[in-house]
Structures are given as structure tokens and as C-alpha cells.
């Protein structure tokens, strides 16, 4: 059995995760941090018969107590290093979900795994669309490097570009350099009468975000070349899309050498 903690536990995707673990027949869910609702049951929260896990808000205090094997983290861009630096100093192997991390951020997480000989694992999208996407839009910007992203979603989205968008817009830069190809540059005398009507720049790509009730996570990118357009698109239309990926990670973070980025890593 798999002993697993969840910061974040009482977010979208904290229920999401919880009920996935509570489903596995090769995993224990032993600890539900949150900084909400702690006096409940983590089992009511998700919805399912209760697990009799009740939700702590002092992750340190949870992971010395439960003993984890593996810690799910889908909380906050500003809690995810803290929580991740306790997590790897006492031996347990995160996995990541939270977006919004910093390159200096990124880059500790990947030290301190290194140095602690513990695996690690984090992904911008546990979605396996998203990840094709992701895949063949870095192998179409090699003919067709002019490119844009949309990414759109839900109303209560934090962080702008979404994890996808910048992980995306990254691939797409490193296969135009392999390339050696380039998008084509903008006319003379282009302006934006309203500031970031052409988006926010990554690694050269324009990223727009919407953010909309109605929407979960969807992301098109737009390839363009002469007298054509090429479109991909993923949606997920429902969290439990991730939970595959999750389950995954969880089963397989333990087995990597230090931090490891991506899901198309672990398929
Ligand atoms: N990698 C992936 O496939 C996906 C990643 N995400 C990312 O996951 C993160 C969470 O998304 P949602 O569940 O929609 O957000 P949410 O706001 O519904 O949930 C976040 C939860 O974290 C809790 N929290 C805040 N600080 C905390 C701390 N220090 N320790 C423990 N819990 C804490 C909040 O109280 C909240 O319940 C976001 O960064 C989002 O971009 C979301 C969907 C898929
Ligand atoms: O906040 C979300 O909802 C999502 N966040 C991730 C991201 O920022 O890319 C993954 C997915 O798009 C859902």
C-alpha cells in the first residue's frame, strides 16, 4: 500500500484526488491538509463514504503523525515550495500539481531532490490530451513556427498563463531553436491600442487567457502558415481527466532520480 497525504485536500482538485486515492486498491489516503474546513471529514468533503481522515491545516505536524509514503499537492503557487521543501526533508516524494512556481522556485525543488536522493514529480497537466497536445504542437512549430496560444478557464483560476500555456509556449521555443526556424516578425509600426490585446509573450509565443464561469481547462493552439491555419484543441470538461496521470505519479515517484517534470516522462 502507497501511503499518501493531500495538501490541498478541500480544493476542486483536492476532492477530485481524494476520492481517486480512496478508489485505488494499492494506495492509503493518511492525511488531508487544508487551511479550510478543518473540522471536517476529508470523506464528506469528496463526496464519498466517510474515510475517517479529518482535515489538518499543519502539513509538518500531518506528515510526522501519518507517515507518508507520497505527498499530492493541488493547493496554492504560494504554498507549494513550503510544502514540498517539508515533504523532501523528511523523506516523502512529492507530487505536483500546483502551477503558478516560479523558475527559481522550479529550480530549488529540483536541488533539494537531488541533494536528498529522493524522486519527485511535478506537472502542469495530469490530462493525457493535454499532454498530446502539448507533444504535437511542439512537432508542427517546426514548419509552422508562427504560433499562438488561448488557454481558458474557470472564473476562480488564480494564476495567468495557465502551467499548460507556459509549458506549451516552452516546447514550442525549444523545437522552433532545434529547428532552427522562427516565427515571422510583427509589420512596422504595429501597436496595441489597448495594452495586452496581443497577449502576454513566453518564450516568444503570445499566450491569451480567459478566464470564464462555464469553463474547466481548455487550451487551443494556433499554428499559422500561408493560406492555412492549423488548430489544437484540448478540453477538460471534468477533473477526473487528471486522475489517471495522478494515480500514475503517485505510483511511479518513487522510483525517479531527483525531480522530474512532465507527464510524457513517466508514460
Ligand atoms: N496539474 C494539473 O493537472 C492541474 C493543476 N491544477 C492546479 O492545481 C492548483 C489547485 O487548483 P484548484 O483545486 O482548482 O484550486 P482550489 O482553490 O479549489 O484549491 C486549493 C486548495 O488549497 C488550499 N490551500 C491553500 N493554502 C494551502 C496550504 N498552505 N496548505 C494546504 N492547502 C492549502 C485552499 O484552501 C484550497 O482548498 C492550481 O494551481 C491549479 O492551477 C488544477 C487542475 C489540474
Ligand atoms: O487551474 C486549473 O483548473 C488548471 N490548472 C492547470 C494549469 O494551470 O495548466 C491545469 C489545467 O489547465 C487546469
Known amino acids: 500500500m502507497i501511503r499518501v497525504a493531500i495538501c490541498g485536500a478541500a480544493g476542486r482538485m483536492g476532492r477530485e484526488v481524494t476520492r481517486a486515492v480512496s478508489e485505488a486498491e494499492d494506495m492509503q489516503l493518511v492525511a488531508a491538509i487544508d487551511l479550510h474546513h478543518i473540522e471536517e471529514d476529508v470523506g464528506s468533503l469528496a463526496g464519498i463514504a466517510l474515510l475517517g481522515v479529518k482535515v489538518e491545516s499543519d502539513w509538518k505536524a500531518a506528515a510526522l503523525r501519518a507517515r507518508p509514503d507520497v505527498m499530492v499537492d493541488f493547493s496554492v503557487h504560494t504554498a507549494v515550495l513550503p510544502n514540498a521543501l517539508i515533504a523532501l526533508e523528511l523523506g516523502i516524494s512529492p507530487v505536483i500539481g500546483t502551477t503558478g512556481l516560479s523558475e527559481e522556485e522550479v529550480a530549488r525543488l529540483e536541488t533539494t531532490a537531488k541533494e536528498r536522493k529522493i524522486g519527485a514529480f511535478l506537472a502542469p497537466n495530469f490530462a493525457i490530451g493535454a499532454v498530446l497536445m502539448m507533444q504535437f504542437a511542439a512537432q508542427a512549430a517546426r514548419y509552422l513556427p508562427d504560433v499562438e496560444i488561448i488557454e481558458l478557464h474557470h472564473e476562480k483560476k488564480v494564476d495567468a498563463p495557465s502551467g499548460t500555456a507556459m509549458l506549451t509556449a516552452q516546447r514550442i521555443a525549444e523545437a522552433r ?15 496595441e491600442k489597448a495594452p495586452g490585446a496581443r497577449g502576454g509573450v513566453v518564450d516568444g509565443v503570445p499566450v491569451h487567457s480567459v478566464r470564464l464561469p462555464g469553463f474547466v481547462a481548455h487550451q487551443e493552439v494556433i499554428l499559422g502558415g500561408v493560406g492555412q491555419t492549423l488548430t489544437l484543441r484540448h478540453d477538460s470538461t471534468d477533473r477526473r481527466s487528471f486522475m489517471p496521470g495522478v494515480l500514475l505519479a503517485i505510483r511511479k515517484v518513487r522510483s525517479l532520480s531527483g525531480l522530474v517534470v512532465g507527464l510524457e516522462n513517466l508514460l
Open 177 to 191: 531553436r532545434a529547428a532552427g526556424v522562427h516565427p515571422t516578425a510583427a509589420p512596422e509600426g504595429a501597436f
